[in-house]
């Protein structure tokens, strides 16, 4: 059975082709040309014929194709839905911003977390995306926008940390210097609260921002909306955070979608302060987005949740909402290609 060579690091390459009785240089060629976007052996043109045959004959290169795409009259903000190479789609989002362009990506098809607020997980988990594929969500953004991407957030469909193995070497590729060198700082990786997942990190001490997904600082509020809870409970999420800021001396970004007459008290954003004391904490309030398959309504205090946040000196921002006029929400755009593929699409 063929491998699939953009999952590989350049020291996997570079042995497999000394084993074919090739120099070693030529290893960084073949990581080179798959980072620039190649969609077959045939376009190494420094290679010779028979190598490439020979490659062909041992890995595969797959690439996605557009199967969709919406661009924001707004903003500019672009939303791809890719179509994968077993027929099965995710999303990507490319966001412009003063400071660079920021590709939001995909770690899972589907999702099994089932937070009630978010259509990715409506119809469960598919499977694990390969690293290649969550790097070709950056590099083919890249080449059909035609704009540079400076940082990355792995915050769409799925959560990165129940593909753990597969997001970590998807870091080791897009951060190499022959490939696309994306630096760690620059990249944000968002989790529901998978606690083993935000340990592994912590011994790893990379330099990315970890991304907290909490939405509700009471146990019994966000059991209800996120089944996760029940497994890690949010008790046991914040203490794990203050393990990891004391390993890593990194201060975590808490992700907070205010949702009407749910999690939007001033008793809960008290709660939030006093959890998060002893941590530089940054609450980034994320105005919901209205899910038609959704009874959850976005809130109308997030000013006033925001002002008693900073009441307590917690740093607490609104997010800026893009592409609002093109399904930019996690999910939409996958699920409407679904219900229309149902339809003969």
Same mark, same amino acid.
């Given at each position: 059975?063929?491998?699939?060579?953009?999952?590989?690091?350049?020291?996997?390459?570079?042995?497999?082709?000394?084993?074919?009785? =090739?120099?070693?240089?030529?290893?960084?060629?073949?990581?080179?040309?798959?980072?620039?976007?190649?969609?077959?052996?045939?376009?190494?043109?420094?290679?010779?014929?028979?190598?490439?045959?020979?490659? =062909?004959?041992?890995?595969?290169?797959?690439?996605?194709?557009?199967?969709?795409?919406?661009?924001?009259?707004?903003?500019?903000?672009?939303?791809?839905?890719?179509?994968?190479?077993?027929?099965?789609?995710? =999303?990507?989002?490319?966001?412009?911003?003063?400071?660079?362009?920021?590709?939001?990506?995909?770690?899972?098809?589907?999702?099994?977390?089932?937070?009630?607020?978010?259509?990715?997980?409506?119809?469960?988990?598919?499977?694990?995306?390969?690293?290649?594929?969550?790097?070709?969500?950056?590099?083919?953004?890249?080449?059909?926008?035609?704009?540079?991407?400076?940082?990355?957030?792995?915050?769409?469909?799925?959560?990165?940390?129940?593909?753990?193995?597969?997001?970590?070497?998807?870091?080791?590729?897009?951060?190499?210097?022959?490939?696309?060198?994306?630096?760690?700082?620059?990249?944000?990786?968002?989790?529901?609260?998978?606690?083993?997942?935000?340990?592994?990190?912590?011994?790893?001490?990379?330099?990315?921002?970890?991304?907290?997904?909490?939405?509700?600082?009471?146990?019994?509020?966000?059991?209800?909306?996120?089944?996760?809870?029940?497994?890690?409970?949010?008790?046991?999420?914040?203490?794990?955070?203050?393990?990891?800021?004391?390993?890593?001396?990194?201060?975590?970004?808490?992700?907070?979608?205010?949702?009407?007459?749910?999690?939007?008290?001033?008793?809960?954003?008290?709660?939030?302060?006093?959890?998060?004391?002893?941590?530089?904490?940054?609450?980034?309030?994320?105005?919901?987005?209205?899910?038609?398959?959704?009874?959850?309504?976005?809130?109308?205090?997030?000013?006033?949740?925001?002002?008693?946040?900073?009441?307590?000196?917690?740093?607490?921002?609104?997010?800026?909402?893009?592409?609002?006029?093109?399904?930019?929400?996690?999910?939409?755009?996958?699920?409407?290609?679904?219900?229309?593929?149902?339809?003969?699409?």
């Amino acid at each position: 059975m063929r491998q699939d060579i953009k999952s590989m690091t350049l020291e996997e390459i570079t042995g497999a082709l000394k084993e074919m009785g =090739e120099p070693a240089f030529r290893g960084k060629q073949v990581f080179s040309w798959l980072h620039k976007g190649v969609r077959s052996f045939d376009e190494m043109s420094n290679l010779g014929k028979a190598l490439r045959e020979k490659l =062909e004959g041992l890995y595969y290169i797959d690439a996605p194709v557009v199967e969709r795409k919406q661009v924001s009259r707004l903003d500019g903000t672009t939303k791809y839905l890719w179509k994968l190479g077993d027929g099965n789609c995710i =999303e990507t989002v490319l966001m412009q911003y003063k400071h660079g362009n920021t590709v939001c990506v995909s770690s899972q098809v589907g999702c099994r977390m089932g937070c009630a607020f978010c259509a990715s997980t409506l119809g469960g988990k598919i499977r694990d995306l390969r690293p290649s594929e969550i790097l070709d969500q950056v590099l083919f953004t890249q080449i059909d926008s035609g704009l540079p991407v400076s940082n990355i957030v792995l915050m769409g469909i799925g959560e990165p940390l129940d593909n753990l193995d597969n997001v970590l070497r998807f870091l080791e590729l897009v951060n190499h210097p022959e490939g696309m060198n994306i630096g760690m700082r620059h990249i944000s990786l968002s989790t529901c609260g998978v606690l083993p997942g935000i340990r592994r990190l912590a011994e790893l001490e990379l330099q990315l921002t970890l991304s907290v997904s909490l939405h509700a600082p009471d146990s019994e509020t966000r059991s209800k909306i996120m089944p996760v809870n029940k497994a890690y409970d949010v008790e046991q999420l914040f203490a794990c955070c203050h393990e990891y800021f004391k390993k890593t001396g990194r201060r975590i970004s808490f992700e907070y979608a205010m949702i009407d007459g749910v999690n939007d008290s001033d008793w809960q954003a008290d709660l939030i302060a006093k959890k998060l004391k002893g941590m530089p904490g940054h609450v980034n309030l994320i105005p919901l987005n209205d899910v038609a398959e959704s009874p959850l309504k976005p809130s109308k205090r997030v000013r006033q949740f925001q002002q008693r946040l900073e009441s307590h000196g917690v740093t607490a921002t609104v997010r800026r909402s893009l592409g609002g006029d093109i399904d930019a929400s996690c999910g939409q755009l996958r699920r409407k290609a679904m219900e229309d593929g149902k339809k003969g699409f």
